[in-house]
T-cell receptor, first 109, second 117 residues
């Protein structure tokens, strides 16, 4: 079956760095998405990886290892506004997104 | 660019009535639109995928006669929850892509919170 695993909740300190891991099993693979979702709001796109390696975009970076079925989202210089859920989603061979349950990130001052 | 709107943002209805939710792509043509449901503290659950001008493809376990989807144009899709019950209370989110059959980014609407009393 198809499956996405990511931690349920993480806590980090303002100004620090946090890494949110995601492992996936899909029928075929057409890329890995990360979305940010604040409580009561819709998800917003953060990143897309289809090749192995690290993609950096400002304070956020995303990494992919296709051989390991593994990705992580790295958030640097954490700000209070980064408190949100982070959703990992893998795209299968039919271009359908398989969603993880999300990681709730709590930022403490 | 790539803005998706949803209307209404919140709706309260009585059990047994029907509710229509609109999803519009404001500045692009959405070849494909998706409807999701999200319960508190849970992930997004895909309900159906619709391509303009064709019938929606429903996910297993989603009743197509209860959740009517119409994708009449490249900028508008509607979800009608018929004979709503309290267990249908949820956060309904639509998303849209510019193309089909590819790793296209999904642009999400702001969501509609439905409460059935």
């Amino acid at each position: 079956g198809q499956n996405i695993d990511q931690p349920t909740e993480m806590t980090a300190t303002e100004g620090a760095i946090v890494q949110i891991n995601c492992t996936y099993q899909t029928s075929g693979f057409n890329g890995l998405f990360w979305y940010q979702q604040h409580a009561g709001e819709a998800p917003t796109f953060l990143s897309y990886n289809v090749l192995d390696g690290l993609e950096e975009k400002g304070r956020f970076s995303s990494f992919l290892s296709r051989s390991k079925g593994y990705s992580y989202l790295l958030l640097k210089e954490l700000q209070m506004k980064d408190s949100a859920s982070y959703l990992c989603a893998a795209m299968d061979s039919n271009y359908q997104l398989i969603w993880g349950a999300g990681t709730k990130l709590i930022i403490k001052p | 660019g790539a803005v998706v709107s949803q209307h209404p943002s919140r709706v309260i209805c009585k059990s047994g009535t029907s509710v229509k939710i609109e999803c519009r792509s404001l500045d692009f043509q959405a070849t494909t639109m998706f409807w999701y449901r999200q319960f508190p503290k849970q992930s997004l659950m895909l309900m159906a995928t619709s391509n303009e001008g064709s019938k929606a493809t429903y996910e297993q376990g989603v009743e197509k006669d209860k959740f009517l989807i119409n994708h009449a144009s490249l900028t508008l899709s509607t979800l009608t929850v018929t004979s709503a019950h309290p267990e249908d209370s949820s956060f309904y989110i639509c998303s849209a892509t510019r193309g089909t059959g590819g790793p296209y980014e999904q642009y999400f609407g702001p969501g509609t919170r439905l409460t059935v009393t």
